[in-house]
């Protein structure tokens, strides 16, 4: 019986890797995006205002699908109130606005790259919680990391950090804490519910400091060159990256999910070659080999 009970847990588990692999590269390259955007609104739009009018964006494009559930939802919300705070803190609130401060004084190449340490956060927190990660497991995200490294220090292994690059650092901290978080979500409140509550909650813990920086900064110009990235964070990188994302880590955990995380720094490099013609040197094709080797290897069971 016990054999049986094995083989059909393995048997589901193999059966969520295709899906859940698909939704984390989805949200692997929209977020990519959503570097470029945030380095785009850098001299035009505080980091504090872009974090905010990202989330009430997500929170107008998810509501005609999550409203209904979340009222229905409203007793478990209530019951697990502190857990949907923590998670909004850590994925909404303060995540989002450490990138769109990173966006003042680095690239959105090195944006990308630093981002890409997160998974190594998200296995040490799987770790740490008793998961075992497996040889091939390891190996992919240790080949993977020795790609983004040489990718960032351009081969010399020995970067220079400007003061983005450090709140990169914190943003990818903040991030793998959030993903490590979602393995804990109680599992009868849904998706789209969760996602609702937890924009909701991290742009009214932004409405304060939104307000402060409306008095010191002032506010910006609602033009296309403004208003364009903005949507484009708040319904996919928001709306569309989130649920992705959460939902493939109940499909197949952070850690394996944060595998497939790698390919973001190769993402970035693409979209900086496509939008802003930004050459991609012998050097770098070499790192997005190893980083796409490690992926591949990293991901298979």
């Known amino acids: 019986m016990e054999r049986v009970r094995t083989t ?7 059966r969520a890797a295709g899906p859940g692999l698909a939704l984390a590269g989805v949200a692997t390259v929209v977020w990519s995006g959503s570097f470029v955007a ?3 609104l850098h001299d035009s739009v505080p980091p504090v205002q872009a974090a905010f009018w990202r989330w009430i964006i997500a929170l107008v494009a998810v509501a005609p699908f999550a409203a209904r559930e979340t009222w229905r939802g409203r007793a478990l919300i209530r019951r697990h109130f502190r857990f949907l705070l923590l998670a909004a803190l850590l994925g909404v609130t303060v995540y989002n606005t450490l990138v769109n401060q990173a966006g003042l004084s680095t ?3 090195n944006m990308g790259m630093i981002m890409a340490a997160s998974p190594v956060l998200m ?4 770790r740490l919680g008793g998961q075992r990660l497996g040889a091939r497991r390891t190996a992919g995200m240790l080949v993977a990391c020795a790609g983004v490294l040489l990718l960032v220090s351009k081969g010399s292994l020995a970067p220079g950090f400007a003061a983005g690059d450090l709140w990169m650092v914190a943003a990818a901290v903040s991030f793998a804490s ?5 393995r804990r979500r109680p599992a009868e409140l849904g998706g789209l519910a969760f996602l609702f509550t937890t924009f909701a909650l991290g742009a009214l813990m932004l409405a304060p400091v939104y307000g402060v920086s409306l008095a010191v900064q002032g506010g910006f110009a609602a033009t296309p060159g403004t208003v364009g990235p903005l949507v484009y964070v708040g319904v996919l990188s928001s709306a569309v990256a989130f649920f992705a994302w959460n939902k493939a880590i109940a499909l197949i955990g952070a850690a394996r999910a944060g595998v497939v995380y790698y390919l973001q720094p190769v993402c970035v490099a693409l979209l900086s070659f496509a939008l802003l013609g930004e050459a991609t040197g012998p050097g770098q094709l070499l790192c997005m080999a190893l980083i796409l080797g ?3 290897l990293g991901s298979r069971r």
């Open 8 to 14: 059909s847990t393995t048997a589901r588990a193999s």
């Open 107 to 109: 690239s959105a190449g």
């Open 38 to 40: 945030s380095r785009a």
């Open 123 to 126: 296995a040490l927190y799987e």
């Open 294 to 296: 490690g992926v591949v």
């Open 178 to 182: 959030y993903s490590a978080l979602l």
